[in-house]
């Protein structure tokens, strides 16, 4: 096995001057003097015997061989960094912290027993939950910022395990409009209400589901459009699991769609790098699918 010629200080460098935008800002952005960053990539180039960069006008530009080289960096640098990470938490019992991100679908309830029981195991492994939607879940896990995620899916990359699949149901308050209507309802009767609609969590924000009704709330979290149909602001599509309350209390209602009166999401289970993941994360990891499980299996023997 061949000694590696470049160093990863080298390849950091290279990321730095390409992230940051130029070879004064890199330097300030890696605490070095920029004399000492030209040096490095001037050493990458002649070991390597290619050029990585080109001037375009005033600026550095990558060639294409330094655009290849830069994406192999950043994965080379990626899996050190993870690396170091995972010799700490060897070192360790278990790891002080475990960062989670949990797709707003999944049920509050069955969260929070799940990590009360691993409480009583990991008394002292502070838990970071991040309550993510949609795209928001995906860049965690692409951003390597939480060790653990349930999301609606599963990014490239990445493997995972299927949780549950969660039934969505259109519901409106029993005074709402179109259920005085009293009768079944088609798609130019929702498009005439105010839909009331969850804000993707992530910066690359897409949309899922029915979106054609002329007026539109968006809000930010599940609660409080829940809040807002029980008020008689809107209809929607919500998991079912988190209405039971408001339909056995009748502050929410299903609306008779003719067609579309269900649609279901899948949720899975997915490690941000499974190798490297502690004990304690591997544990929750086991107590969510476990749980998870059981309470799919009592709700379809219920059924």
Known sequence: MTEPRITLEQWRALLAVVDAGGYAQAAEALGKSQSAVSYA????????????????????????????????????????????????????????????????????????DCL????????????????????????????????????GRIPP??????????????????????????????FNDLRRQRQLVVRDSGQRRTDAGWLGAEQRWTLSHVSTSIQAACRGQGFAWYPEEKIRRELAAGTLKVLPLREGSE????????????????????????????????LCETEEAFH
């Open 157 to 186: 990359g990445f493997l995972g395990d299927h949780l549950m699949r969660v039934r969505f149901v259109p519901v409106a308050h029993p005074d709402h409009p179109l259920h005085q209507l009293a009768r079944p309802l088609d």
């Open 263 to 294: 649609r279901f999401a899948d949720l899975y289970l997915v490690y941000g790098d499974r190798d490297y993941a502690g004990p304690a994360t591997r544990q929750l990891g086991e107590i969510l699918a476990r749980r998870t499980r059981s």
């Open 41 to 112: 990539i001037q050493k990458l180039e002649t070991t390597l015997d290619l050029r990585v960069f080109t001037l375009k006008g005033r600026k550095a530009a990558l060639t294409p061989a330094g655009e290849l080289l830069y994406r192999r960096a950043r994965a080379l640098l990626g899996e050190a960094e993870a690396l170091e990470q995972a010799a700490a938490h060897l070192s360790l019992r278990h790891e002080a912290a475990i960062e989670l991100a949990v797709e707003a679908l999944f049920p509050n309830w069955l969260m929070l």
């Open 116 to 151: 009360a029981e691993l409480g009583d195991a990991f008394p002292d492994t502070r838990i970071e939950l991040h309550e993510t939607v949609l795209t928001g879940t995906e860049e965690a896990l692409l951003e390597r910022r939480v060790d653990l995620a349930i999301a």
